[in-house]
């Protein structure tokens, strides 16, 4: 079986600070991902020797901006650390995925972010069935969690966007449930899945910004190789 970890990145349609929205999978054989799992672990613990490594996150903005448990990190660590995440996909048993949205060529009747996300979703879906067909394998999708105590709006949305694209298919899915959905801290899948999707959606914003930062550009061609980028339009 392949787990996708899935995340996203970016902003939504009335946001101008960036005009790309991404979402981005991991797929790991399930075979694997104990190993990937001890691997976060360890370069956690390296990064912050703290912390227990459920206690935060991998996250690329927070990396690269010295945010949160990254803190007490000056640039030349986090710089780094950057370049040991992206070797770490890179050396993985692992493929990359991601669709990357630009909001300003969006139709018209694109009108909200749930219309947004199910577009870059099911984008994405088809390529995760594609995958799945090539090496003929059941799979499973995880996302990062949204529901709380009080409230379970967005996660909802993302299940009846899934069963939306089922109700369009034409054949049968490989995939064996709906998504499930987990804490980011928890999961090495997704904290990699958000690594790569602020990866994604910061080179291509700095390219139009003709502005460099030689640790973001060195992991993102890392892991060049072994993504599949997919763009809308």
């Known amino acids: 079986m392949i787990l996708f970890y899935i995340d996203e990145s970016g902003t ?4 101008r600070q960036s005009p790309y929205f991404v979402l ?3 797929a790991i054989p399930s075979q694997n991902s104990r190993e990937i799992d001890a691997q976060v672990i360890a370069l956690k613990r390296r990064l912050v020797s703290w912390a227990k490594p459920e206690d ?13 448990f990254f803190r007490g990190l000056d640039w030349e660590q986090r710089s780094e650390a950057i370049v040991a995440v992206a070797q770490l996909i890179a050396e993985s048993d692992s493929r990359v995925l991601a669709v990357r949205v630009d909001t300003r060529d969006l139709p018209e009747y694109i009108a909200s972010d749930t219309d947004l996300y199910r577009l870059a979703f099911w984008r994405l879906l088809d390529e ?3 995958l799945l067909r090539e090496v003929d394998q059941p799979g499973m999708i995880l ?21 939306d ?9 490989r995939l064996a449930e709906i998504p499930w959905f987990g804490f980011s801290a928890f999961y090495a899948g997704l904290q990699l899945a958000d690594f790569v999707a602020y990866l994604v959606d910061f080179v291509a914003n700095e390219t139009n910004r ?24």
């Open 12 to 15: 939504g349609l009335k946001d």
């Open 24 to 26: 981005s999978a991991v």
């Open 56 to 68: 935060f996150e991998i996250k690329g903005r927070d990396l690269r901006r010295g945010d949160k």
């Open 128 to 130: 995760i069935e594609e």
């Open 143 to 163: 996302l990062d969690a949204r529901s709380d105590l009080h409230s379970s709006v967005q996660d909802r949305r993302i299940v009846e966007a899934f069963r």
């Open 165 to 173: 694209w089922l109700g369009v298919r034409t054949s049968h899915t």
């Open 210 to 233: 003709a502005k460099r930062e030689n640790a973001m550009q060195q992991a993102y061609a890392l892991i060049a190789q072994k993504t599949h980028l997919f763009q809308i339009p």
